[in-house]
């Protein structure tokens, strides 16, 4: 990744409601990358005109293609200035009075000079991509691009350099009048419809309807996909609820569903779903299901493939994960590495009061006075900055920190994260967070390669209910954790 700002001219600054435009590249590639189509403004023959056009982004460029005799890409394959679009609209805004009806949308806008491309491996990764930004999945369902193809069509690479984001989300600003109608926010959403086969086609439904990224309304749909993938009963689906909504705070944008339909009557349904968090140069994915009904049909890998893309275009180079037996397969196909082993530790009771879990004068509840230093404290250990996740537990859950330096948290029924530097700190936090009562016996993990945490579970009557393989892709090896007792969950570390 270059620069993380695009280049912030006279230009590419905006000039009204100037706290909603951001020069951020993550945020830049994100609206890219969710995006199908773009408007190109030109000028041609001294009249200036705006087409529409697919695209993709590939690293710092978006790439176009279309036919040789268009104007629009002849004028920038000869280097005239252009200007590119995207407008993704969110929500209508309804408000009392006509003037303050507004949209919520979120767009991006780039200026500079396209290049036309000529090497061939970048030719067929512009058309690869483009196929996969319209239907994941569908490039290796068709016949690939040819030489032939590569000569009728000019693609061009559009430089994401120069540029501004601009987004709203916001209620209805309005006069204090009276109201005489509904007020509020109506969502958008992009929706794919039950596909038709033409004549000849092999195959009654399309491999994979779409993609799209879960919004606030959406998720108690995800919520029932992942609680039915997952095979949890309503104790897990409560939990499902709750996490969910906790890491969608810290990280909003960062969740996606898949449409599928199950036959070729049968109009799209949810049928996956997962999430990604990023820290910095650290991405984490999990809570990654799919429906019973559409497995084996390669809707988990397409979705891996979507939660990887935005964890590059957030900056991440560094991805990781929790994997179940079922799904290590799948993931090392990916390019995956297995580094260490993720324990479960399951305690039998929802207090471990009875036990003989007793709490050490050394622990206390945090106060809001902690919070820096429990984020310092986390960085130190995680190897990266997670206070938008942490901040989100803190609030839902219970802090307990030790005077010698180490905290602990526990959630609806996981205890973690836990960092200490000593064994006798870490195990008078455990024990004063196993004290703390739970709706359902709480849930502890550890690395395999941490010293002393596993020992430290197994002597407070916990057993080693389940065992994942801790992966990683990209970015330098990751070194065992030793300040990290315990993770925070399987999806987030």
Known sequence: ??????????????????????????????????????????????????????????????????????????????????????????????????????????????????????????????????????LPGRYQRTHAAAEIDFMATLVIAFPIEEGAAKV??????????????????????????????????????????????????????????????????????????????????????????VHAQRDAQSAPELAAGGGCLTFGEIAYLGLVGVLPAFQRRGIGRILMERLMRYADARGAETLLLDASAAGAPLYLSMGFMTTDETWVFSSEATASTANGASSSPRVRAATAADREAILALDRQAYGADRTRLLDACLTDGRALVHEQGGFCIAQDAYIGPLVAAQKDVAAELLDAALALPFSRPPEVLTRASQPFMPQLLAARGLRHARSLKHMQKGGALRPPRPLLCSPQSLATG
């Open 1 to 134: 990744m270059h620069n993380q700002t695009l280049l912030a001219t006279e230009l590419s600054t905006p000039v009204r409601r100037k706290q909603r435009g951001t020069h951020d590249r993550a945020t830049v590639n994100t609206i890219l990358d969710e995006g199908l189509v773009c408007h190109v403004g030109f000028v041609h023959e001294g009249m200036p005109i705006v087409l529409p056009t697919a695209y993709v982004r590939i690293g710092d460029h978006v790439y176009l293609h279309g036919a040789p005799a268009n104007r629009m890409f002849n004028a920038l394959a000869s280097g005239a200035d252009g200007c590119l679009t995207v407008t993704l609209v969110d929500a209508l805004v309804l408000a009392k009075t006509a003037g303050h009806h507004s949209l919520n949308y979120r767009s991006v806008t780039l200026f500079g000079k396209g290049r036309r491309v000529t090497d061939r491996a970048e030719l067929a990764a512009a058309f690869r991509g483009i196929v996969e930004a319209t």
């Open 168 to 257: 709203r989300d916001l209620q209805p600003t309005d006069e204090p009048e009276t109201a005489v109608d509904f007020v509020g926010v109506v969502p958008v959403t992009q929706q794919v419809e039950r596909a038709t086969a033409v004549p000849d086609s092999p195959m009654p439904m399309p491999h994979l309807s779409a993609i799209f990224r879960v919004r606030d309304h959406e998720v108690d749909a995800l919520r029932a996909v992942l609680g039915q993938a997952f095979g949890w009963g309503p104790r897990g689906d409560l939990i499902v609820r709750d996490r969910i909504s906790r890491y969608r705070r810290a990280e909003p944008s960062g969740w996606f569903g």
